[in-house]
Every structure is written in C-alpha cells, then in structure tokens.
C-alpha cells in the first residue's frame, strides 16, 4: 500500500513528496502528464496520471493507495466529490487535506465545502489550515519582482500570516507517518509573524541588498496591469480574491500549531528570504 501525493508539481505537494521520500513513506505522485514529469525526474519518483475533471482517472490513481496528501487545484470542473467517492470505495483510510486558515468563517470557498465532504466520507482527515505561502513569492508574485524590483498586489497595508510550504510539508508528512496520533484534527498552520506587505518589501531590501517596494495598487490599477500584461481575467480575479481578507485586516491571525506538533520554530520569512534569494535577482 502506498500514500497518494497530489499536486506533484505544485509549491506543497512538490515538498510533501520530497519529505516523504526522505522519511521513506512508499509514496506515489500525482501528476496530469507523466511524460513531463519523467523527464523533469527520471526514476527519482514513482508518478501516477490523475486530472482532477477526468473521472476516468480516478480508479487507477487510487489502486493500492490507502493515504492521500490531498489538494484542491485552481481551475474549472474538479470532480473533488466523485474523487472523495472513489477514495472510499478503494477503502482509503487517512486524508491529510491543505485547507485554508479560517476556512470555518468562510462558507464561500470551496475550502469550507470541501472539507464536510471529507468529514461526510467518514475517512480519517487531517486538516492543515494555512495561512499565505511564502512561495508566492516565487509564483505569481515573482515576475514583477524580477523585472520591477517590486510586491504587486492590491492587498492595501493589512498585515497576513506568512507560512512557508515546507514548513506545511513537515506537517503533512508527520501526519501521514502517524495517522492515529493526527487523525480528525484540525491544525493552523502559519509562521511565527503577521507582515505588511511593505515589511516584507523592506525585508527583500536588506537580504537581497536591492531595493524592493510595494506599491500597493488599488484593485482597479491591479486588474487592467495585469490584463495589459496578458495575464487571464479568471485568474486576476482569484489573486485580487486571495488578497481582499488582508485588504480588510482579517489575515493577520498566527497561530502555533506547527510549534506544538513538531517542537520546532516555524521558518521565518527572513531566513525563506536567504533561502531563496537568487530567485529575485
Ligand atoms: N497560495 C497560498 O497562499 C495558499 C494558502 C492557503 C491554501 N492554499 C491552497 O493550496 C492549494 C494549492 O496548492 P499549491 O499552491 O501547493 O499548488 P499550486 O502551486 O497552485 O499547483 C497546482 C497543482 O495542482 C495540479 N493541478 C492543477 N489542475 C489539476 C487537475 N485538474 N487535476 C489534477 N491536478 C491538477 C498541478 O499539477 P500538474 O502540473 O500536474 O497539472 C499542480 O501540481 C489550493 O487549494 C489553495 O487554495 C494556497
């Protein structure tokens, strides 16, 4: 048997499966073209075909799996229901899901859905509730702060609660290692400190040794840049809808779940800063 690890290719489950494959966890990952992924790592991971708006991908994706690292992708269509539907019909026995911090105030995103299907599937979950990626800054966020030197988000001066991914990675992989010590909870998962957007400007200043602003564009000069830049209208709405909770000063909550379960400090966004300096320059 063997623990599922969607989202391969993204900032979690990338770090969730190199974990697991330090920590030995038999492990299959999830990806939507496996010839892409055998030529980005060779034999470095055992890889799986899932889509999920292909229903027909879900029987195989789920053989022999009785754990699942589990996401819910951007995107239209994603049958999640009919997935959770398979998974317990395969007999699947520990869902370690990535929600979101505050999900339980929030019953319009998919996140506060998704996890009473998990909850109504009657399989064991672990929730990891977390609060803004650092690695956006090396996402979406990273192609303005390479060619501009500057944070372009409409998130106004609220404070939010940076998490780092692999710090959420250490989480997942500890649940999935001890399923009954995690199983049916619920952890937040953010770093140690609430930020500006302008701290962390001011932060990239001094590590990266450039200077780096936020310019705290309003939602209107956010939208028709990023329209001017070419970028999709579907997703400018999900990263001015990702930014309106700090807009509003409701992102700011930190907590120390990833303290209390691995006794360790969470990762600072000075030291993610360090680590991924050469990114930005
Ligand atoms: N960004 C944040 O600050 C933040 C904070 C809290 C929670 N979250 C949640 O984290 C989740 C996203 O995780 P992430 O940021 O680690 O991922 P990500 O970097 O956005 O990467 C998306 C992943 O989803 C896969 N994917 C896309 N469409 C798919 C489909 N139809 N079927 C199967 N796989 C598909 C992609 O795989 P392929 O490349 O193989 O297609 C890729 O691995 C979202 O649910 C988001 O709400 C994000």
Not at 81 to 110: C, G, N, W
Not at 116 to 126: D, F, R, S
Not at 207 to 229: A, C, D, G, H, R
Request: proline share 4%.
């Amino acid at each position: 048997m063997k623990t599922l690890i969607t989202g391969f290719n993204g900032k979690t489950g990338f770090e969730v499966a190199k974990k697991a494959k330090s920590a030995s966890i038999v492990s299959t990952c999830a990806v939507r073209s496996l010839e892409k992924a055998k030529a980005n790592y060779g034999s470095d991971y055992s890889f799986t075909l899932l889509d999920f708006t292909k229903p027909e991908t879900f029987e195989q994706a789920l053989s022999d799996v009785d754990s699942i690292f589990l996401i819910y992708p951007p995107g239209e269509g994603i049958e999640f229901e009919r997935f959770l539907e398979t998974a317990k019909k395969r007999s699947v026995k520990h869902i370690v899901y990535l929600s979101l911090k505050d999900v339980q105030f929030m019953p319009f995103i998919h996140h506060y859905k998704n996890e009473k299907l998990i909850k109504k599937t009657g399989i064991p979950y672990t929730f990891i509730r977390a609060g803004y990626f650092m690695q956006n800054l090396n996402d979406f966020l990273l192609q303005e702060l390479k060619e501009r030197k500057r944070i372009f988000v409409p998130a106004g001066n609220g404070k939010t609660s940076f998490v780092d991914a692999r710090d959420l990675a250490e989480i997942a992989v500890m649940a999935l290692r001890n399923p009954s010590l995690h199983q049916n909870k619920s952890y937040v998962i953010t770093g140690n400190e609430a930020l500006t957007f302008y701290e962390v400007a001011k932060r990239m200043t001094h590590i990266l040794e450039t200077p780096v602003e936020y310019t705290n564009p309003s939602v209107k000069e956010f939208k028709s840049w990023m329209l001017s830049q070419g970028a999709d209208s579907s997703f400018i709405n999900v990263v001015t809808g990702i930014h309106f909770p700090t807009k509003l000063g409701l992102a700011k909550g930190i907590s120390n779940d990833f303290e209390k379960i691995t006794g360790k400090k969470q990762t600072s966004i000075n030291e993610y800063i360090r680590d991924f300096k050469q990114y930005w320059l």
